[in-house]
């Protein structure tokens, strides 16, 4: 492994990505863990250690991690009807099964989930690694819709459906669904719910917080995106055109 530089050696351009986006993009680790690596002296730019933070690399720049080239690879995405019982870390812990497994074979290239679903949540689920995809399609001001089918433990009164689109008081600050609605009149124990939010467990805590438990929560709709044609646990890459739409935002 290459040793670290005895000096700081920082890359001085203008232009270009900065150097964490670039590992990222070549599917070796997340940015956080580019930034580690550069931190340590681990990466060269045109044969020259740097361990300085934000350093800007351009396209025809030769970046080394460990004697080795790294450059970009393959963009790839990834459309899951996620089971119940898998988690979306990358890396757990407790050995739970994890959805990469799922997806192991799909291709040589590092995939990762776009956003998070716990572990007993099911349905739409987006894995890539396209990490400047990823963030349009989590950072609240993006505004990305879901939809979500809710089973519940009791049946849902009227009011507290109107509770959930006037706003719901959370410790971590007011939560509004775009639109909550029985799925079946004749059973109103479950309701579909949409939402922009993209705050943790946010479902099952609006819910907890109106005094029900929810039984099965399923995601039916992602940015555009829905589960139509895949059994659980199977999987399928994206068409052209879905990706095309992901990035632009323009979709139904």
């Given at each position: 492994?290459?040793?670290?530089?005895?000096?700081?050696?920082?890359?001085?351009?203008?232009?270009?990505?900065?150097?964490?986006?670039?590992?990222?993009?070549?599917?070796?680790?997340?940015?956080?863990?580019?930034?580690?690596?550069?931190?340590?002296?681990?990466?060269?730019?045109?044969?020259?250690?740097?361990?300085?933070?934000?350093?800007?690399?351009?396209?025809?720049?030769?970046?080394?991690?460990?004697g080795k080239?790294?450059?970009?690879?393959?963009?790839?995405?990834?459309l899951l009807?996620?089971?119940?019982?898998?988690?979306?870390?990358?890396?757990?812990?407790?050995?739970?099964?994890?959805?990469?497994?799922?997806?192991?074979?799909?291709?040589?290239?590092?995939?990762?989930?776009?956003?998070?679903?716990?572990?007993?949540?099911?349905?739409?689920?987006?894995?890539?690694?396209?990490?400047?995809?990823?963030?349009?399609?989590?950072?609240?001001?993006?505004?990305?819709?879901?939809?979500?089918?809710?089973?519940?433990?009791?049946?849902?009164?009227?009011?507290?459906?109107?509770?959930?689109?006037?706003?719901?008081?959370?410790?971590?600050?007011?939560?509004?669904?775009?639109?909550?609605?029985?799925?079946?009149?004749?059973?109103?124990?479950?309701?579909?719910?949409?939402?922009?939010?993209?705050?943790?467990?946010?479902?099952?805590?609006?819910?907890?917080?109106?005094?029900?438990?929810?039984?099965?929560?399923?995601?039916?709709?992602?940015?555009?995106?829905?589960?139509?044609?895949?059994?659980?646990?199977?999987?399928?890459?994206?068409?052209?055109?879905?990706?095309?739409?992901?990035?632009?935002?323009?979709?139904?």
């Amino acid at each position: 492994m290459q040793k670290p530089g005895k000096t700081s050696q920082r890359i001085e351009r203008s232009e270009g990505i900065r150097l964490n986006k670039y590992i990222a993009n070549t599917g070796l680790c997340s940015r956080r863990e580019a930034d580690d690596l550069i931190r340590a002296g681990l990466i060269s730019v045109n044969g020259r250690v740097t361990n300085i933070l934000g350093t800007k690399v351009a396209p025809s720049d030769v970046i080394k991690y460990d004697g080795k080239i790294l450059s970009k690879e393959k963009k790839v995405y990834i459309l899951l009807n996620k089971p119940k019982d898998f988690v979306t870390t990358t890396d757990d812990p407790y050995a739970r099964k994890k959805v990469t497994d799922l997806v192991q074979r799909a291709c040589p290239e590092r995939v990762y989930p776009v956003g998070r679903l716990d572990r007993m949540t099911t349905g739409v689920l987006l894995l890539t690694n396209d990490g400047e995809l990823t963030t349009r399609l989590t950072h609240p001001k993006y505004n990305r819709k879901k939809i979500y089918h809710v089973f519940l433990n009791k049946n849902v009164k009227g009011d507290d459906l109107d509770q959930l689109v006037n706003g719901i008081d959370l410790p971590d600050g007011k939560v509004f669904a775009d639109a909550a609605a029985y799925v079946d009149p004749a059973d109103k124990k479950q309701v579909g719910i949409e939402i922009h939010s993209g705050k943790n467990r946010i479902i099952r805590r609006i819910f907890e917080h109106l005094g029900y438990r929810i039984i099965k929560l399923d995601r039916v709709y992602f940015a555009g995106l829905t589960k139509k044609g895949l059994a659980r646990g199977e999987w399928r890459y994206l068409k052209e055109k879905e990706i095309i739409m992901l990035k632009t935002g323009k979709y139904k």
